[in-house]
């Protein structure tokens, strides 16, 4: 056998690396990196994995068999021509990693989710109910962990609830699903793509090898992209009015429907007992609900499911309620346009956090967002003279420290408010990153409901 050079040292090489040290296949890490991180070499010590850093050397090429692509190596690296023009296989991670998960044919599905928004909430929310209904079942991908990584300790009929990126599906060639859902499409990584057209047609490729056994979700609201859709997938639509066709529906009401293959409707609940918020919510939590279905999950799985799914750390994510007071943590609301999305998924009246490290753009827009729902601004962080800059004449309270801003904003609270951590602004002033912020606003929120 031949050298396997993988590509890239994130996640997705490194799960490759592993599988491969595993097998104890000839196998070396590539990556332009100058200076890697000290925990990246720690690992491939461990796993015996030889790295060449700084630049991709052609004599890697030599005597290799295949070249494995992490998502974030773009397929037009000099690199990986000179491979295709050798006629050495090129392989993305996901292909590989889906390639080894059906030679074990242990009866495990794989249930995909892209578009551009929402694709981690929604593989998580359906992990969540196919767990509910008493599955085996991961959340993996491009949510964190690779699949790679994650059928290594999966059982037999694990289902994996997989997120996949423009970027993977842009190299796969035989990867299948029994279940597929493009949520949606705006314009995005058009450097890489070059076009919305390319764009959506590496998105549609997770349609590609599907049979008419499987399952192709797409919104009601873009019927494009079920006409234009490869494979033989059998359609199925999410989306708002009366139940319909088969898949699942929001009606007038705000109750939510599954609707199967023979039009049956089946009442899921009412979207208030959701605990994510949002018309964006409502149309992830349909498109995994149908998914679900698919994969197995009972009715009362899925109900039970869609009542309890708090949301994805740090992403809306409900922190808590206390005395008629509801807590969100967004912390993930790292620049103006995340903020404006958490502001238009509550209701309000809203307490809302805002500040740390500026990013460069102005804070205005947030402003008509808020006419109607706004009960207070807490500003925190470095960025406060620019927010008192562009907000100064809302009412607001400036406090530099994050942890004096969040009991603040619990304390002027009142029933019926939502407090909101969806700052618009970098963590770097005063946390290691965005994660380390939520935490310590949910430690407090819960050292605050527990007075």
């Not at 919305?196 to 590609?208: N, P, S, T």
């Not at 599954?258 to 939590?285: C, Q, Y």
Request: charged share 20%.
């Amino acid at each position: 056998m031949g050298r396997i050079v993988i590509i890239g040292a994130g996640r997705s090489g490194l799960a490759a690396a592993a599988h491969f040290a595993r097998e104890g296949a000839d196998v070396v890490l590539n990556d332009r990196c100058l200076e890697p991180d000290p925990a990246v070499l720690d690992e491939l010590a461990i796993l015996g994995v030889p790295a060449v850093w700084g630049g991709h050397p052609l004599a890697l090429l030599d005597e290799c068999m295949e070249v494995v692509l992490s998502p974030g190596v773009p397929p037009g690296l000099p690199f990986v021509q000179e491979a295709h023009r050798r006629g050495i296989s090129v392989v993305g991670e996901l292909e590989l990693a889906h390639r080894i998960l059906r030679a074990r044919a242990d009866g495990s599905m794989v249930l995909a989710v892209t578009g551009t928004n929402g694709k981690s909430t929604t593989t998580d929310l359906l992990a969540h109910l196919l767990k509910q209904s008493g599955l085996a079942a991961v959340a993996c991908g491009n949510l964190g962990t690779p699949l790679l990584a994650a059928q290594a300790s999966a059982a037999p009929g694990t289902r994996f609830a997989l997120e996949c990126s423009s970027y993977q599906l842009e190299t796969i060639r035989h990867f299948h699903a029994e279940a597929a859902v493009l949520l949606n499409l705006t314009p995005d990584h058009l450097a890489r793509h070059g076009s919305m057209e390319a764009y959506l047609d590496a998105k549609l490729r997770i349609f590609q090898c599907q049979t008419p056994q499987d399952l192709r979700l797409t919104p009601a609201s873009d019927l494009t992209f079920d006409a234009f859709a490869p494979g033989h997938g059998r359609s199925a639509r999410f989306g708002w009015g009366s139940p319909q066709s088969n898949g699942a529906w929001c009606d007038e009401e705000g109750t939510l429907w599954l609707v199967d293959v023979e039009g049956t409707g089946e009442r899921l609940l009412h979207r208030s007992e959701l605990k994510i918020p949002g018309d964006h919510n409502v149309e992830n939590a349909l498109a995994a609900a149908v998914l679900a279905r698919h994969g197995g999950a009972s009715s009362t799985g899925i109900r039970e499911g869609l009542r309890t799914y708090p949301g994805l750390a740090h992403r809306l994510a409900f922190a808590g309620e206390k005395t008629g007071i509801k807590t969100y943590n967004d912390s993930k609301g790292t620049n103006v346009d995340a903020t404006l999305t958490a502001i238009r998924a509550l209701p309000g009246p809203l307490v809302l956090l805002l500040g740390g490290q500026d990013k460069g753009a102005p804070y205005e827009p947030l402003r008509a967002s808020l006419a109607g729902k706004l009960r207070h601004l807490i500003f925190l962080g470095e960025a406060i003279p620019l927010l008192e800059r562009d907000l100064g004449d809302l009412p607001h309270t400036s406090i530099p420290s994050f942890d004096e801003a969040v009991w603040e904003s619990l304390r002027i609270a009142q029933p019926g408010d939502q407090v909101l951590l969806s700052p618009a602004c970098a963590s770097f002033d005063q946390f290691r990153n965005f994660e380390e912020r939520g935490d310590r606003f949910e430690a407090l929120v819960k050292e605050w409901m527990s007075r």
